[in-house]
């Protein structure tokens, strides 16, 4: 309803050319319903403007198969190496502060040698499980973490 339109009285009929208070379309879910089963709120508004191309839904497009087993795959790799850098990280430190009885050494050498392969495994695989607009990010975020966790297993190794 415009500013300058008055709704009709209640009984009175409306003046030719004059709009009443409700527009008499009825929507299309309630084609079935008659127009005085609709309430005030289930007319569109007079004067709606239609949604932006920026604020309508749109479905989000599905993932390719190829994608998803790619994904899944990367993730059972990834995992796979981050359980295998959990048990290297744990004989390094249990044979640098002795929580086991190595007297040689051994921990430590076949430690680094497990948490060499498992460590690049970890920190390649895991960013590709992610969404792929995420792969940069993972992957600088993986990096970042290798690096920092290789640099604190140097130190801890020069302790010994």
Known sequence: MNNDETPAA????????????????????????????LGPFDYPAPDA???SP??????TP??????????????????TGGAALWLA???IVSSVFGLTDDPHGYGIVFGVLFYVPASIACAVFVPLAFPKRR???AGATSL????AL?????????LV
């Open 89 to 91: 990280l744990y004989l």
């Open 49 to 51: 403007q239609p949604l």
């Open 62 to 79: 599905t993932q390719r198969p190829v994608v998803l087993t790619f994904r899944i795959g990367c993730a059972l790799i990834g995992g």
């Open 135 to 137: 792969w940069r990010r």
């Open 10 to 37: 209640p009984g009175a009929a409306a003046e030719p050319g004059r709009r009443t208070a409700h527009p008499a379309t009825v929507p299309p879910w309630a084609s079935d319903l008659g127009a005085d089963d």
């Open 54 to 59: 920026a604020t309508t839904w749109r479905p």
């Open 150 to 158: 290789t640099a604190l297993l140097v130190v801890m190794l020069n």
């Open 144 to 147: 970042l973490l290798w690096g």
